[in-house]
Each structure stands twice: as C-alpha cells, then as structure tokens.
C-alpha cells in the first residue's frame, strides 16, 4: 500500500491514474481555514512569503495533518541558506508515507494566471523532500496541485522552482514542505512570484 502511494507522488508518474487519488489525498489534508489576513508583498508584482526565510521562527508555518508522528519541527541556526535560520525537519521512520512538514496557507492575491514557487532546499540521510502547492476554490474544494520532484541526497542547498497555473475560480493555496523517509531536511528562502 506504501509503496503505491509513494509512486503517486512522483510527477513522472503523472500518467498513472494513481497520481490523482495521491493529490486529492494531499488536498484533504488541507484545510482551508485558518488564513492569514493578508500576506506581505514587494514592489514590481513579487509577492515574497511572510517568513518564508524562517527567520521569524515558525511563525505563520502549521504541522501538515496526519504525519507519521516521528518527525520533528524546527528551525535550524546554525545550516541554513541565508538569515539567522532555516526550517529543520528530522524524521525517525523510513516508510514514506504520510509524509511530515509544515504548510502555510495563503489567500489568492489578484488575478494572476500562473504562480511561481522558489525555494532552497537541503537533504540528509535518505530523507526525501517534497514541496507541493494546491490550489482551492472559496469553499475549499480542490482545485488543482503541482509538486515537484523529490528531492534526496543534496548536501548543500539548491534552489528549486516550482510553478502552477492557476485556475480562475481558485481563492486560495495551501504551500506544503514535506520530508519523506528517515533523515534530515532543510528549507530556507521561499519566494512567490506572480506571472
Ligand atoms: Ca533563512
């Protein structure tokens, strides 16, 4: 049963009919309550994340649902990408699922048609990183996800892109950093951009 959820989650088995029953498990995971009032922004259409540098803690960041309960959450001094910190996420089981981690959720700013996730990103051990973006409509229905590919084995940080196109009717995200496996991952410098 693991194992099959576990190929749902990489995006080259998007083909596979599984794929779809693996994300739509992800956005039950999500809950569209609990947002924010509103999310920082910079000049010239960027939208930076509110703490995505993780130098304010944890702060605005939740535990993902239904982990496996061996994982622990926090930030990290003294390996990070850039600031004071970096989100530190160690996980004891091997198993890959239910992957553990931190999301944030954010409510859609304007009309933009495609959104641009970075982010930097660490591995250790054979801990796997996964970094996944849903997007919900105003009652919270699924709308759609992209996930990037899981990441092992790094051990310097590396930025990663991860973009979606929204759909028109979506009202609101859910960013999720996940780790999968058993070892260490870090996430430093999430940005957003709007297309
Ligand atoms: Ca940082």
């Known amino acids: 049963m693991n194992r099959t959820l576990s190929d749902t989650f990489f995006p080259g088995s998007r083909s596979c009919p599984y794929f779809r029953v693996g994300i739509v498990l992800l956005a039950l995971l999500c809950t569209p309550s609990d947002l924010p009032a ?11 994340f509110e703490n995505g540098g993780f130098e304010d803690g944890l702060n605005r960041w939740t ?3 239904g982990g496996s309960g061996s994982t622990t959450i926090d930030v990290d001094s ?17 198993r890959l699922f239910p992957p553990d981690g931190v999301e944030m959720k954010l409510d859609r700013q304007g009309q933009q048609r495609k959104l641009i996730i970075e982010y930097k ?11 996944s973006l849903v997007a919900l ?8 996800a992209t996930v990037d590919q899981p990441i092992t084995s790094l051990r310097k940080f590396r930025r990663q892109k991860l973009s979606l196109a929204v759909p028109p009717d979506t009202e609101r995200f859910v960013l999720s950093l996940a780790i999968q496996g ?13 297309k």
């Not at 990103?121 to 970094?131: G, L, M, P, Y």
């Open 78 to 94: 003294e390996i990070k990408a850039s600031g004071k910190n970096a989100l530190k996420l160690v996980r004891k089981s091997p």
């Open 182 to 194: 058993q070892g260490t991952v870090w996430y430093d410098d999430l940005r957003l951009r709007r």
């Open 137 to 144: 409509s105003s009652d919270g229905v699924f709308l759609v």
């Open 121 to 131: 990103v660490r591995t250790d051990d054979s801990a796997r990183a996964v970094v």
């Open 63 to 65: 535990p993902i649902d």
């Open 38 to 48: 509103s999310q920082k922004r910079s000049g010239g259409g960027d939208e930076l």
